[in-house]
């Protein structure tokens, strides 16, 4: 969302050795009775193999070196571009599409670890995925594939140039019946895609190998200290920008048994709000992906935004300068593949001729190990004070049509009866991939802030992403809150939030919630099994 006021925002896995079929010769035990023959040949038949399941049981327990040692991954896509007139999403305003400069993609990863333990993330070019989406999407998910919450993370980039989904950003267009309807429509039709695409990224499974590295990118800003109109000024001078950052270029592998690179999974910490216009594209992280699938040929570049609430791709609004960002995040990408094709060098043996920092760097970048923990909750994040009915009549006269637009739709709440909850239940992941990989995702526009503090309090190998499961709103550390500002003062309202503000102790609310699901995971050393 861009930085202006006015215009706005822009059943865990069945275990292998709990199968129904083995439960059902287990129960055999109990009772023959006068069963024909050949019945009772298959109840034998079903006795062994139950024995011989049990054994290679305690065999597997007794020998874990030699059980399928290793990941199962499978990869899907699916374009997601309306076929049908649906605005673009964000800036506060009515944007009718005209024509795409390229495709948007949704793209989900299966993996399953060597215990058979699964976790779904699907990363997307939408704008935001509201909170009723998300919840109907993973009931789908569960119901069709046996995913609980924790197993799935569902992702968008926070595209600016991607479509309107029904209640994302209620308030923030016309309120037009056709339009309504359309959106109405392709909110339907990619909730089935979503679990369409999962269902093909389960179907595909099959051994792979994971590794992850890192690279850099410099074209984020910090846009609360930074202002736009400066920043050609600042950037002439050679004047150092203001403000926390955060440059780094988490990136995730995935490669089939057979060499062929399935995947490679990215994140970068800022908006996707280059560019303002009205065709479909993906912003500079779609410019991005569209690079790397080209570098990769038959790998899917999946985009993750990772803590980028306010950050933004300074300067900007013109397509070359979209293309360049896109190129510059898919160099730091590349660059980290060389290091880590390095590190696998060093590791087998084959390469010995770098010393010192730069081979401990290289090293550093390990393979991940097959091993797989996945925890979520919501954390009740309270508002500082839910919204009044006295002030929300006060509102319907604002001037600003968002304001007066959602003062009605809350009126209309009110009315029927609803009671507005004083907190927002808030989504935070946790996965543990192996030793070396914390994936913490959490719910809407998360400020760099919080990337910053958990890399240092987990240390080397986490991932922190924003942008998981609902947009919810901007989700201000203490600093930004106690700034105010756009991320951090009183603007819940543009989220259809019943209240203005988030209360002061965000942020507690948030590390307290991360800490005890990092605890649940476990904190495995490198190379650990779990
Ligand atoms: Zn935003």
């Not at 292998?16 to 069963?35: K, L, T």
């Not at 699916?78 to 009718?96: D, H, Q």
């Not at 509102?395 to 009110?414: D, G, Y």
């Not at 919080?450 to 201000?476: H, M, N, Q, S």
């Amino acid at each position: 969302m861009s930085a202006s006021r006015v215009h706005g925002p822009d059943a865990p896995t069945p275990s292998r050795w709990n199968s129904p079929h083995v439960g059902a010769y287990g129960a055999s035990h109990v009772s023959v009775g006068p069963w024909s023959l050949k019945f009772l040949w298959s109840l034998e038949l079903g006795v062994w193999s139950f024995r011989a399941v049990a054994l290679a049981v305690v065999f597997a327990l007794a020998h874990p070196g030699l059980a399928a040692d290793t990941w199962k991954a499978g990869v899907a896509k699916a374009v997601i571009t309306p076929e049908k007139p649906v605005w673009l999403a964000g800036y506060g305003s009515k944007r009718a599409p005209e024509g795409k400069l390229h495709d948007l993609w949704m793209k989900a990863l299966a993996l399953e670890d060597a215990h058979g333990r699964r976790a779904v993330l699907v990363t997307s070019d939408f704008q935001g995925i509201p909170k009723a989406m998300c919840d109907r999407t993973c009931e789908k998910l569960r119901r069709r594939f046996g995913l609980a919450r924790d197993q799935v993370m569902l992702t968008y980039s926070h595209n600016h140039c991607g479509p309107r989904l029904t209640e994302d950003l209620h308030d923030y267009y016309p309120v037009e019946a056709e339009q309504e309807a359309l959106v109405d429509e392709y909110t339907a039709l990619m909730e089935a895609k979503i679990v369409e695409t999962v269902g093909a990224a389960l179907a595909k499974l099959a051994p792979a190998s994971l590794r992850i590295g890192e690279g850099r990118a410099t074209f984020a800003v910090n846009r609360r200290n930074n202002k736009e109109a400066e920043m050609a000024d600042l950037l002439s001078k050679g004047a150092p920008l203001k403000g926390p950052v955060d440059h780094a270029v988490p990136v995730m592998t995935v490669t089939a048994s057979n060499g062929r690179l399935l995947a490679i999974l990215f994140g970068y910490a800022c908006h996707p709000t280059t560019l303002s216009f009205t065709q479909w594209c993906g912003d500079y992280p779609g410019f991005a992906q569209i690079a790397l699938e080209k570098n990769h040929p038959g790998a899917a570049a999946m985009f993750i935004n990772t803590c980028g609430g306010d950050q933004n791709p300074l300067p900007r609004r013109r397509v070359e300068l979209c293309e360049r960002y896109g190129q510059m995040l898919a160099e730091g990408v590349e660059n980290a593949l060389k290091q880590m094709d390095v590190g696998q060098t060093l590791l087998s043996g084959q390469e010995s001729r770098r010393n010192g920092s730069a081979r401990q760097e290289c090293l550093a970048y390990k393979p991940v190990s097959p091993s797989l923990r996945t925890a979520f909750e919501f954390a009740a994040l309270a508002y500082e004070k839910v919204v009044t009915r006295e002030e929300l009549q006060a509102e319907l006269q604002h001037k600003h049509a968002i304001h007066a637009r959602w003062a009605a739709r809350m009126l209309k709440k009110l009315d029927a009866g609803e009671k507005f909850a004083a907190s927002y239940p808030y989504p935070v992941h946790a996965w543990r991939l192996g030793g070396e990989l914390l994936f913490i995702g959490m719910g809407g526009e998360t400020v760099v802030d919080y990337a910053l503090r958990f890399k240092k309090e987990f240390g080397p190998g986490t991932w922190v992403c924003g942008y998981a499961d609902d947009l919810v709103a901007y989700i201000p550390s203490r600093r930004v809150w106690e700034e105010g500002g756009y991320e951090g003062g009183p603007h819940l309202y543009e989220y259809g939030r019943p209240a203005f503000r988030w209360a002061g102790d965000v942020e507690e609310r948030i590390v307290e919630c991360v800490r005890r699901l990092v605890k649940k995971i476990g904190r495995a050393s490198s190379g650990e099994k779990q």
